[in-house]
């Protein structure tokens, strides 16, 4: 058991970044000591995509320096860490299993505990703690920001989840096929635009005119408030074939409106039936100007306070899983090495209290 300070290393090997960070928590106060993040950007642009077995390869190349040199840069050795946090899924299994396999050997030669983290928790923390002033956070008081709804899109997932406290996690509604950052890889790929496709299918949209193109908003009618993104693509696909004259960057800037559009019709219909303290926005997609402006909006008009994460934390990175292992250990959920264990997918559910 943890005391009430404490210093956490944390790794994050999902998928195609290798993240490691250093963070102390003294009561309610978050220091984030050293984060580094090592991409594996231009290994996968030559496949257009991330091929497990790669991805491994090069985490298990790269975690071990990456570690020496954030506990250098924290000032601290490894024997002043009092736990280690790990992400322990969802994500590629072959890429899992290195963080978890080094989270497992400093446990067991540290002897301290694990603290295994759901992905998405790393996600829903970082927007919830906002913008580091002098790298420290305050962590927020339950009463101040719960319930919260969390739109999370990301290159894996696109979903909507009701927190109702600090490890209380319900799914209201997720994408029925792909994710919204998928989408835009592949719309990428469609433009012929390099890997990974969101930032650049974001930069081409905004010479274009969104209204160019009537592209579809699948599931804008449905009752529910799932998501639906591989029919948009596919209508890509036709205008980009059959109109081979077609100005990208209108074409880039009608899907991302059709896009946009879609999260913030389900994310209002959400607050139009329940009451929310606050609304988080998070996940690599929430990187997108034009989506942080739209939620703004929606902020504006349903008066619940927007927190956005912060864009050098929208991408996959350790920092958010170090914060979300300071803020939930104050619920004990510790492991021994033995017990952790890397799982491809894993409800949120699951790691509610
Ligand atoms: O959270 P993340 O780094 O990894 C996953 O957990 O999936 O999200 C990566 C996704 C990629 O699909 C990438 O293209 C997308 O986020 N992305 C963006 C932007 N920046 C990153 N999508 C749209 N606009 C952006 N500016
Ligand atoms: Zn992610």
Redesign the pocket.
């Given at each position: 058991m943890l005391g009430d300070s404490y210093t956490i290393l944390a790794i994050e090997t999902?998928?195609d970044?290798t993240g490691i960070a250093v963070l102390r928590r003294q009561g309610d106060s978050l220091t984030l000591l050293s984060h580094a993040v090592a991409s594996q950007i231009a290994i996968h642009e030559k496949t257009g995509g991330v091929v497990p077995n790669v991805a491994a390869r090069e985490h298990a190349k790269v975690i071990t320096p990456l570690i020496e040199h954030v506990v250098a840069e924290s000032k601290c050795s490894l024997k002043d860490m009092d736990a280690i946090a790990v992400t322990v899924g969802p994500g590629l299994i072959p890429a899992l299993l290195v963080g978890v396999q080094a989270a497992r050997t400093l446990a067991f030669s540290l002897n301290k505990p694990i603290i295994p983290i759901h992905?998405l928790e790393g996600?829903i923390y970082s927007a919830l703690l906002g913008e580091a002033a002098e790298n420290k956070w305050q962590i927020p008081t339950a009463d101040d920001v719960f319930p919260a709804l969390v739109l999370i899109v990301?290159?894996?997932?696109t979903m909507l989840v009701h927190v109702d406290g600090y490890m209380q996690y319900r799914l209201l509604g997720q994408t029925r096929d792909d994710?919204a950052?998928?989408a835009?890889?592949k719309v990428a790929r469609l433009l012929d635009l390099p890997y990974?496709?969101?930032?650049e299918?974001?930069k081409l949209a905004e010479q274009g005119n969104p209204a160019a193109f009537a592209f579809p908003r699948p599931m804008e009618h449905s009752p529910d408030f799932d998501f639906s993104f591989s029919g948009l693509k596919t209508a890509v696909l036709y205008t980009l074939r059959d109109t081979p004259d077609a100005n990208k960057a209108d074409v880039a800037a009608s899907f991302q409106a059709a896009v946009v559009d879609s999260l913030v019709v389900k994310t209002r219909k959400v607050l139009k039936e329940v009451p929310y303290k606050s609304l988080l926005v998070t996940?690599?997609?929430a990187?997108?100007?034009s989506?942080r402006q739209a939620m703004q909006g929606v902020s504006d008009r349903y008066g619940v306070p927007l927190h956005v994460a912060p864009l050098w934390l929208?991408?996959?990175n350790a920092v958010m899983i170090a914060q979300a292992a300071a803020i939930i250990d104050t619920k004990k959920r510790t492991s021994t090495w033995q017990e952790v264990d890397g799982r491809a997918r894993i409800a949120l559910e699951e790691f509610s209290d």
């Open positions: 999902s998928c970044e992905h996600h990301s290159g894996g997932h994710a950052g998928e835009f890889d990974p496709g969101g930032p299918v974001s996940g690599g997609v990187a997108n100007t989506l929208c991408g996959d």
